[in-house]
């Protein structure tokens, strides 16, 4: 199965469902080097070798630690990866997340991937809306339009984005994916203490109407009690994980969601990439719901 992200324009690129979410490598917080740094390697050069053409990517999880990993496994690139990387947001010593989204700090950021990740395009981008923001949706995402004029970025991307952010954002450029919060357990937008997590479900007709592919991320990690028992049966009747099942109904619940599964275990990826050869019925998804 593959999926083709910004399919109308002259650098169209195709990747395989599923893709592979970086994030897990780091260690604990998302902060500083792995625990176990020879199997982080060993997972994405796994991930390749296995049929992965699609890494996410940001220099704020470590920091630096996922982009350095990366360039260290697989650098030079094979033709067909792609690597998307986030921008937005930065982390101070004492792990926080904290905005940063001028121009001058997406700059920054930017200059920051590509020199972590040794390229000289990043091929996709997206800005990561951050909640309490005082530097305007526009005035930011007017940045990422200017620096792909530059030829720092292929295609832009948007994550953690509001349906009405979104629209805004098509009326400015060309929106290449969406990277909002998504999986069965949990499909709308849910409050933290640090703001909230833009769902998927709010966006995911617009993105198809539009032909852009939702990546959807915390995919496997919140879970409803009710939702889990149908998975579990579900899963047992497929003779699968539930891991496996949540990967497989989001990737029959539409043909323009490119899962990104993260795990800092060779066994975990493998696990998880065999939910793209689970077949699941129309009866399957009904009962599902």
């Known amino acids: 199965m593959t999926i083709t992200i910004a399919q109308n324009s002259a650098h169209p690129l195709t990747v395989n469902r599923l893709g592979y979410g970086t994030m897990r490598l780091t260690g604990p917080g998302i902060w500083g080097e792995p625990a176990k740094r020879p199997e982080a390697l060993e997972v994405l050069k796994t991930a390749i070798a296995e049929g992965v053409n699609f890494l996410d990517t940001a220099d704020y999880y470590g920091e630096d630690v996922t982009n350095r990993l990366i360039a260290e496994a697989l650098h030079p690139y094979p033709n067909d990866l792609v690597i998307c990387t986030k921008v ?27 020199r972590t990740l040794k390229q000289e395009q990043i091929q996709l981008v997206h800005f990561r809306i951050m909640p309490h923001s005082e530097v305007p949706f526009d005035e930011s995402l007017g940045a990422m339009f200017e620096m792909q004029r530059e030829g720092k970025i292929l295609h832009v ?3 953690n984005v509001s349906r009405e952010e979104l629209e805004a954002g098509l009326k400015m450029g060309a929106i290449a994916t969406v990277e909002n919060m998504y999986g069965y357990g949990q499909r709308t937008t849910v409050k933290t203490p640090h703001g909230e997590d833009r769902g998927g479900e709010e966006v995911l007709a617009l993105c198809e109407q539009h032909g852009i592919p939702l990546i959807p991320y915390f995919s496997l990690v919140n879970s409803l009690p009710k939702a889990s028992a149908k998975i579990a049966e579900i899963a047992q009747k497929h003779n699968a994980s539930e891991a496996q099942l949540n990967l497989a109904w989001l990737l029959h619940k539409s043909p323009w969601i490119l899962p990104i599964p993260g795990t800092s275990s060779v066994a975990h990826l493998r696990e998880n990439l065999k939910a793209a050869d689970i077949q699941l019925s129309q009866e399957d998804l009904e009962y599902l719901g």
């Open 88 to 114: 937005g947001a930065t982390r101070k010593p004492d792990k926080s997340w904290v905005v940063f989204n001028s121009p001058e700090n997406l700059r920054t950021s930017i200059d920051n991937n590509l």
């Open 157 to 159: 991307g948007l994550s």
